[in-house]
């Protein structure tokens, strides 16, 4: 059995610095415990923009905070996973930015399929512009065909990507048994990896 990851809500977004120094310490303690309980990383998020119309200290201030986290991850050994995620944060080119000023090979995204990532119907864009960060995968509705999910997966697979998919997704559908979902949802993932 693998426990792939430790899901936390630390976010480095606020305006408010003991806010995130919090955030921050708390990070640092999840990666103790990610280490102590033989996980293999922790994800974090950026949850939004305080000033939308000027995002840039922001993001800098969300890699400088991830930097710092993934010092202790990386004394731990284990990584810190971005999701790509939150009102603004969500795009691709921003969570590139937060990457650039992170620097730390410790630190990686978490590909949350977003239909923010769609650009003419593709993810490629944006995928290219992350692909060399990815240390994780949320999938959500394979059945939604509004998300291109057959190239994601062929992006991935072309990429190197040999890591988990999460799947994410709230009340099954129609199914009286979860174990049913989960068999037809593998069903359905091995379809459009193929």
């Known amino acids: 059995m693998t426990?792939?990851?430790l899901g936390t809500t630390c976010e480095f977004h606020a305006e408010d610095t003991a806010v995130v120094r919090k955030n921050v310490e708390e990070c640092k303690q999840w990666c103790e415990l990610a280490h102590d309980v033989?996980?293999?990383g922790v994800k974090v998020r950026p949850n939004g923009l305080p000033k939308p119309e000027n995002p840039l200290p922001t993001l800098e201030q969300i890699g400088k905070a991830l930097?710092?986290?993934g010092k202790t991850a990386d004394a731990h050994g284990v990584e810190i996973?971005?999701?790509v995620h939150g009102s603004g944060t969500s795009h691709p080119p921003h969570i590139r930015t937060i990457f650039d000023v992170c620097g730390h090979s410790s630190v990686g995204a978490c590909w949350n399929s977003n239909k923010q990532d769609i650009l003419d119907g593709s993810v490629k864009t944006y995928f290219?512009?992350?692909?060399?960060?990815?240390k994780s995968c949320?999938?959500?509705?394979l059945w939604n065909d509004a998300y291109p999910y057959r190239e994601l997966f062929h992006l991935l697979t072309e990429s190197g990507y040999d890591r988990f998919m999460?799947?994410?997704?709230?009340?099954?559908i129609a199914v009286d048994s979860g174990i049913a979902f989960l068999q037809c949802y593998r069903g359905l993932?091995?379809?459009l990896c193929r």
Do not use: F, S, Y
Request: aromatic residues 10%; hydrophobic residues 35%; contains cysteine.
């Open 3 to 5: 426990l792939w990851g």
């Open 38 to 40: 033989g996980a293999k």
């Open 67 to 69: 930097q710092e986290c």
């Open 81 to 83: 996973w971005v999701e």
């Open 128 to 134: 290219d512009l992350l692909k060399k960060d990815i």
């Open 138 to 141: 949320h999938i959500n509705d």
């Open 166 to 172: 999460l799947c994410e997704v709230g009340k099954p």
């Open 189 to 191: 993932w091995h379809e």
